[in-house]
């Protein structure tokens, strides 16, 4: 049986205390930002084979909000609802990663 969705995006909505030297993503507005990955997905009727879903730490929080989209394994960093719809229609629409918007690695 062939899996049900295409890509599935996880984007961090982990909470740290106030104060933490890594910060959090739901204090950088991954919770906003989910919200609008879902809106736009729905939008442009891609429902049936991307899958949104929020995330518990990603270890990424330092560079949050922090979003990672299977299969591919690509990992995006501060990303805001302004970059949204150009991810959907790059990324999950074309297959194309947002290379502006990609974490890099050490």
Do not use: I
Request: hydrophobic share 35%; net charge positive.
């Amino acid at each position: 049986m062939p899996p049900r969705f295409e890509r599935h995006v996880f984007v961090c909505t982990n909470r740290r205390a106030e104060g933490n030297p890594k910060g959090c993503c739901a204090s950088k507005g991954s919770e906003a930002l989910r919200e609008a990955l879902k809106s736009e997905v729905w939008k442009r009727g891609l429902a049936k084979t991307v899958r949104v879903n929020s995330s518990g730490c990603l270890d990424a929080c330092e560079h949050g909000p922090s979003v990672v989209v299977y299969p591919e394994g690509v990992w995006y960093a501060r990303v805001s609802p302004a970059d949204v719809a150009e991810l959907v229609e790059q990324h999950l629409a074309g297959g194309k990663p947002v290379e502006r918007l990609r974490l890099k690695f050490p």
